[in-house]
Nanobody, 115 residues
Framework: QVQLVESGGGLVQPGGSLRLSCTAS????????MGWYRQAPGKERELVAR???????NYADSVKGRFTISRDNAKNTVYLQMNSLKPEDTAVYFC?????????WGQGTQVTVSS
């Protein structure tokens, strides 16, 4: 059984920063790509950022230059550093990972950007 547990969401003012973390636990033999998606009310879930096992990254155009994804393989953890946050970044952020040749989702963490 594999689980993804996210942390780090919350309420922040526009222009502020947050750092999300997601740790995988359980019977893990291999972790390939890990990433973050988000879903705002009334909108479809969208890819925010993704990082491969070789540390190649890709980002949604809307977050390029503001968000940075990274991973710590020793801790089975992926991070999302979010800077210069905007109200339109408000959403539930979900961790996503390809582990043991299966896809897994975290439970989601709320990020609210508001003054």
């Amino acid at each position: 059984q594999v689980q993804l547990v996210e942390s780090g969401g919350g309420l922040v003012q526009p222009g502020g920063s947050l750092r999300l973390s997601c740790t995988a636990s359980g019977s893990i033999f291999s972790i390939n790509a890990m990433g973050w998606y988000r879903q705002a009310p009334g909108k479809e879930r969208e890819l925010v950022a993704r990082i491969t096992s070789g540390d190649s990254t890709n980002y949604a155009d809307s977050v390029k230059g503001r968000f940075t994804i990274s991973r710590d393989n020793a801790k089975n953890t992926v991070y999302l550093q979010m800077n210069s946050l905007k109200p339109e970044d408000t959403a539930v952020y979900f961790c996503h990972a390809y582990i043991n040749n299966n896809y897994y989702w975290g439970q989601g963490t709320q990020v609210t950007v508001s003054s």
